[in-house]
């Protein structure tokens, strides 16, 4: 079974919309972290959001929200007021455990395009 | 967040050559770093693990002859690519592990003649 599932390997979004990325994830271990990243066409890999599975609060780091439902496995990316500057590749990961980043396991991806 | 930098962002060099890509987390230690490829419009696929003071673990498949890993210090890991050929053409990216997150560098786009 995959570790982390992204289910749309392309979106639209218009300027100043919000949109959601989907992300759910397969891990028996308790203690894992989700992460979302972005990649835009120069192909650095930017660190956006970090959801610790024990957290009780959904993460938020500005304009990214982490809508983290556990029974669900799902770790949904929530970016508000979308610019034209968020058009990139986003990727959803999950380290299995609590510090072991051998385990570490990566979406396909979702491409956003932001319209003007 | 902490900061990777990885050096350089691209390099073009003859088939037979080697090449060394450089990765330095700037604020902080990473006793453990990474190293990943990435083929065009794919998701990342870790090579080796790169560890302070000891050698690196590879994943399998990865040449550890081909594919030289060493980290020196606490901020630096280097990949060489040895006797590059067009095959090793690709998109080769390091991270760094701050506790519990992880870093990753800019990039190093290799192209082999």
């Known amino acids: 079974a995959q570790k982390i599932t992204q289910t749309q390997p392309g979106m639209f979004v218009q300027e100043k919309e919000a949109v959601t990325l989907d992300c759910t994830y397969d891990t028996s271990d308790p203690s894992y972290g989700l992460f979302w990243y972005k990649q835009p066409s120069s192909g650095e890999m930017i660190f956006l959001i970090y959801?610790?599975?024990?957290?009780?609060q959904n993460a938020t780091e500005g304009r990214y929200s982490l809508n983290f439902q556990k029974a669900r496995k799902s770790a949904n990316l929530v970016i508000s007021a979308s610019q034209l500057g968020d058009s990139a590749m986003y990727f959803c990961a999950m380290r299995e455990g609590i510090y072991n980043f051998n385990k570490f396991y990566f979406g396909s991806g979702t491409k956003l395009n932001v319209k003007p | 967040g902490a900061v990777v930098s990885q050096h350089p962002s691209r390099v073009i060099c003859k088939s037979g050559t080697s090449v060394k890509i450089e990765c330095r987390s700037l604020?902080?230690?990473?006793?453990?770093m990474f190293w990943y490829r990435q083929f065009p419009k794919q998701s990342l696929m870790l090579m080796a693990t790169?560890?302070?003071?000891?050698?690196?673990?590879?994943e399998q498949g990865v040449e550890k002859d081909k594919f030289l890993i060493n980290h020196a210090s606490l901020t630096l890991s280097t990949l060489t690519v040895t006797s590059a050929h067009p095959e090793d053409s690709s998109f080769y990216i390091c991270s760094a592990r701050e506790i519990e997150k992880l870093f990753f560098g800019s990039g190093t786009q290799l192209s082999v003649l």
């Open positions: 604020d902080f230690q990473a006793t453990t």
């Open positions: 959801q610790g599975s024990y957290d009780q």
């Open positions: 790169s560890n302070e003071g000891s050698k690196a673990t590879y």
